[in-house]
Nanobody
Framework: QVQLVESGGGLVQAGGSLRLSCAAS????????MGWFRQAPGKERVFVAA????????YYIDSVKGRFTVSRDNAKNTVYLQMNSLKPEDTAVYYC????????????????WGQGTLVTVSS
């Protein structure tokens, strides 16, 4: 149904920045909200941010507000996550997905996950 490829991760020092990219294929990209999730070592995958197809609305968990910015380029079928002022607790594998919100919870619309991209923030 869909294929997602994340990229842009790496090793940075606390306070640094990274820009993650997610290229989507297999269906109409602009008709869906897109989101980012992350999974820290030994932890479950959790929602981080989302953006609607028109880019008018964005959503973030409290811990990344003011530091992360989600954006998208529908012509390129790509969604981005600009991460500034990175902290060691941001260390995780980051995944993108088509998302929907139900009862204040964000869900992956399809049972599809890419390999993710690893972000490591050193202190």
């Amino acid at each position: 149904q869909v294929q997602l490829v994340e990229s842009g991760g790496g090793l940075v020092q606390a306070g640094g920045s990274l820009r993650l990219s997610c290229a989507a294929s297999g269906r109409t990209f602009s008709s869906n909200s897109m989101g980012w999730f992350r999974q820290a070592p030994g932890k479950e995958r959790v929602f981080v941010a989302a953006i609607t197809w028109s880019s008018i609305y964005t959503y973030y968990i409290d811990s990344v507000k003011g530091r992360f910015t989600v954006s998208r380029d529908n012509a390129k079928n790509t969604v981005y996550l600009q991460m500034n002022s990175l902290k060691p607790e941001d260390t995780a594998v980051y995944y993108c997905a088509f998302v929907t919100r139900i009862d204040s919870r964000w869900y992956n619309v399809f049972d599809t996950w890419g390999q993710g991209t690893l972000v490591t923030v050193s202190s």
